[in-house]
């Protein structure tokens, strides 16, 4: 309590506040305590309780500490203003039942003057004491998939550049620095797939709720449609249920989810434009190149953010810009030393990360630039046979599916000079598609029954009139791993080194698992595997050789761009070049040119106009076989040891890193 007045003047008012001031409620519940309220008292709910639907608490929840200050350090009072400090705990605690029991009986002064109220009354001239505050229980730190021995390196407070330091979209957060703490929670049930504890972040500011309707509408949207498919594969849902509550603290994080919100927006209503998804994104851009000149910052925070930029950068279907969004974040994953064997949000970016990039291969024939068999994933099929771990099991698939496209990549562009060496290099490769296609076909028969059709319908027992199968699966993990496995069968038929696609062998198994694709994708209403749809899609396609199977594929493409947003026009164009239909659709443009001209003419010379039109020309075969394999941009730039590293001139190497973990892939 400060005053400039005489000392008598000082007591009476001291007298007068004291008993102006409300009695304090001793019997309130301890949810409201908790949250720093006046409690009503009410049975058996509080009306605080009762209006936010929390549990109202009763009981004794106490913890007195006995605090005896001696010899206090005093500064000489200054003209301005005082500041008086009483403790009352021991009249509190007298109030509580046995309360008075948990304090030290008062020590003697030395003089022998037994230490009163008063003379534990003590002034200070400058300085706030400031009083604890009951936060409650945060969500699981970013931290919790670090390596434990680690830990500890990773606590420095991040450096942040002040909201006002350029005129960007202001956040309520004044102070974005995170602390993070050993304190743990129980974890889940451990598997080879989730070992590591989930730590607890204590607030370093007050997280209130976002208040900007634009803000909420955009988080809204990334929650609800971007975060669905990028947690296809997380169990824990980590873009769509943890991380926007992580992103309240860190701006940098808010800024790249409402960026990937205000695009899909943008991309699916009209009314919006991209305007609003490039502020955010430069925000967040800007904020996470100065993070990376900081030797002391959040690692964690930075990785998570440039995963969640490539994510937009898709979106934005900008390709250069993407892969070097998607290399940026490579760098950054594998500085935090994320793996396959990694938990938490570190497991959830890695493979974001790595499958995005694998299904540009897909497309590009590329190579996989991170080495499959560094992943660290589990190949040990005997484990993991029980319900509740299809994403383990989609993990191993997608491993599977990166060393065929790998395989589908070094297709030797020529033969070897000599019969001989020709023949042995076909021995090899063919050793090693059986070695592929019987790894995916153990693959296939030791998955849970979750991950197989739960129902299937031959197209003549639907309603739906598709030219394909109805597949039927439950769960969004078993509807990836199943697009995941025909795409891989398809990309082996294609691939064998003997066989050519024009076998009745091969093309039978690529006419299988392409209708089988086309089955899933064309009766699937889940929006969040639309990224493996598509691609898969696109791979399914190319095999089919029926006008009426087309045309329906198309549709579907249609279908999926006009639900989620996703860009297929390019498909469209691709496709129709891949079956012949340029050459068909300019015949059919001259075709209808022609009639129209003869519609013009008088009806004797009908007939002569008609028979006169070229025949129609058969349509031109099928391109068989892959596009030939390049160089992975990534493999350039996908690691901070490279000389041209996607953030060159912004990168400062930080001041710890972990160790490199061991891997057991069999």
């Not at 009083?131 to 420095?156: F, G, K, R, V, W």
């Not at 598609?433 to 197989?452: E, G, V």
């Not at 490279?642 to 930080?654: G, M, R």
Request: proline share 8%.
């Amino acid at each position: 309590m400060a005053t400039n007045e005489p000392a008598g003047a000082t007591a009476t008012g001291e007298i007068t506040s004291t008993a102006a001031r409300p009695k304090r409620v001793r019997t309130g519940c301890l949810t409201c305590r908790e949250r720093h309220l006046k409690c009503d008292e009410g049975q058996p709910e509080c009306q605080n309780c009762r209006k936010s639907s929390r549990a109202c608490k009763r009981g004794v929840r106490l913890n007195f500490i006995d605090t005896q200050v001696r010899n206090p350090p005093i500064t000489p009072p200054t003209q301005d203003w005082d500041v008086v400090f009483q403790d009352e705990s021991r009249d509190i605690a007298s109030e509580y039942r046995g309360g008075l029991g948990r304090y030290a009986a008062l020590s003697q002064e030395p003089d022998g003057t037994p230490e009163t109220k008063e003379d534990a009354m003590y002034q200070f001239s400058s300085g706030v004491m400031s009083t604890p505050i009951l936060a409650p229980q945060q969500l699981p730190s970013l931290q919790q998939s670090l390596p434990a021995e680690n830990m500890d390196s990773y606590q420095a407070v991040s450096q942040r550049r002040p909201d006002n330091s350029r005129e960007q979209h202001i956040h309520s957060s004044d102070n974005t620095d995170t602390t993070f703490t050993s304190q743990t929670i129980p974890p889940p049930q451990s598997t080879p797939f989730n070992n590591s504890k989930q730590t607890l972040t204590p607030p370093s500011e007050d997280r209130g709720p976002l208040d900007s309707p634009e803000e909420l509408l955009f988080m809204q949207v990334f929650v609800e449609e971007v975060g669905l498919w990028m947690d296809s594969l997380d169990p824990y849902k980590h873009f769509s249920r943890l991380l926007p509550f992580e992103s309240l603290h860190e701006p940098m994080l808010l800024n790249a989810f409402l960026a990937c919100g205000a695009r899909h927006l943008s991309l699916v209503n009209p009314a919006y434009h991209e305007d609003k998804a490039l502020h955010y994104y430069d925000d967040a851009t800007t904020r996470l190149l100065e993070a990376l000149q900081n030797p002391n910052r959040d690692t964690v925070i930075c990785a998570t953010t440039a995963v969640i930029l490539n994510v937009y950068e898709i979106m934005s279907e900008r390709p250069l810009q993407r892969m070097n969004h998607i290399a940026g974040a490579r760098a950054l994953i594998k500085e935090c030393r994320w793996t396959a064997k990694s938990s938490g949000v570190g497991a959830a970016c890695f493979w974001i990360n790595v499958g995005m990039e694998l299904l540009s291969c897909i497309r590009f024939n590329w190579q996989v630039a991170w080495d499959p068999d560094l992943w660290g994933v589990d190949m040990d099929f005997s484990r993991d046979i029980d319900y509740g771990q299809e994403e383990g099991w989609t993990y191993r698939l997608m491993y599977i599916v990166a060393k065929i496209a790998n395989f589908r990549s070094s297709v030797p562009r020529q033969a070897e000079s000599t019969q001989h060496a020709e023949q042995i290099r076909l021995q090899t490769r063919f050793n090693e598609w059986n070695r592929l296609k019987d790894w995916i076909d153990s693959w296939n028969n030791a998955s849970p029954r979750t991950l197989r059709p739960m129902g299937y319908l031959y197209p003549h027992q639907t309603s739906s009139k598709s030219a394909f199968p109805e597949v039927w699966l439950i769960k969004r993990t078993s509807i990836a791993a199943r697009l995941f496995y025909h795409t891989g069968m398809c990309l082996l038929a294609q691939t064998h080194p003997l066989l050519s696609t024009r076998s009745p062998e091969m093309h039978e198994l690529q006419q299988s698992h392409a209708h089988e694709m086309c089955g899933i994708v064309a009766h699937n209403k889940d929006r969040g595997v639309a990224s493996v749809s598509i691609r898969s899609l696109a791979i399914a396609a190319e095999c089919l050789v029926s006008r009426r199977e087309q045309e329906e594929v198309l549709e579907i493409f249609d279908r999926i761009q006009k639900e989620t947003g996703w860009r297929t026009g390019f498909l469209h164009k691709e496709l129709k070049e891949k079956w012949g239909w340029n050459n068909e659709e300019q015949y059919q443009q001259q075709q209808q040119q022609n009639m129209a001209a003869a519609s013009l003419l008088p009806l004797q010379n009908f007939q002569y106009q008609t028979t006169n039109l070229p025949p129609i020309p058969p349509p031109p075969s099928l391109k068989q076989g892959p596009r030939q394999g390049i160089i992975n941009p990534i493999l350039r730039s996908a690691d901070f040891s490279a000389p041209t590293h996607p953030y060159q001139s912004h990168y400062v190497a930080p001041l710890h890193l972990p160790p490199q973990p061991q891997y057991n892939h069999y």
